[in-house]
């Protein structure tokens, strides 16, 4: 009996020492994580997760909001591989805003060169929100997005409708008036 009462005190003691040492790594890794959201949240250069996704994704994100849209897309596009579908998600729509927002920066001329450029950009922006929600279809941002750039977009002609003479494939064979 008092044998069986050692080994069941010692194996406390060490189920009791094992408790520690994990909630003391778990404690550590509590504080790494506040200085890693608190370094980003003030902009700063991280201590520790360097090379993480969401360490990536902070300076594409950063990236983006300073308007340096080349290296944040590089950033962000270097991302999704490997990425769970709700990261992917994240990184398309981030992707789109940009579009989209340099969409609305060139807005403003009225040459065809700049409307080629801004329907470009739009066209960029909503194949990124539409590649975005087929990632992750349950992200209201995106889709308010999507819908707001398709309203945006000037609609693709329909073959053969228009106002040219020539009727086209589509109603070519329709016959002009009544029988």
Do not use: C
């Not at 990261?87 to 981030?94: G, T, Y």
């Amino acid at each position: 009996m008092a044998l069986s009462v050692n080994k069941l005190v010692t194996g406390l003691v060490v189920v009791a020492a094992a408790s520690l040492v994990t909630m003391a790594f778990s404690w550590q890794r509590i504080k790494q994580v506040e200085a890693f959201n608190q370094a980003i949240a003030s902009a700063k250069t991280p201590q520790t997760d360097l090379q993480s996704f969401e360490a990536k994704y902070a300076v594409a994100y950063w990236l983006a909001k300073n308007e340096r849209y080349k290296e944040a897309t590089l950033l962000f596009t270097k991302l999704i591989d490997g990425a769970t579908p709700l990261e992917r998600a994240a990184v398309l729509h981030n992707i789109g805003n940009m579009f989209f927002m340099k969409a609305i920066q060139v807005t403003g001329g009225n040459d065809n060169s700049t409307r080629d450029e801004v329907e470009y950009l739009l066209s960029q922006a909503l194949s990124s929100y539409k590649n975005a929600l087929k990632a992750d279809n349950s992200h209201w941002g995106t889709r308010r997005n999507y819908d707001r750039v398709l309203s945006l977009l000037p609609e693709k002609p329909t073959p053969g409708v228009g106002e040219s003479d020539n009727p086209g494939l589509i109603m070519g064979n329709i016959p002009n008036g009544l029988p």
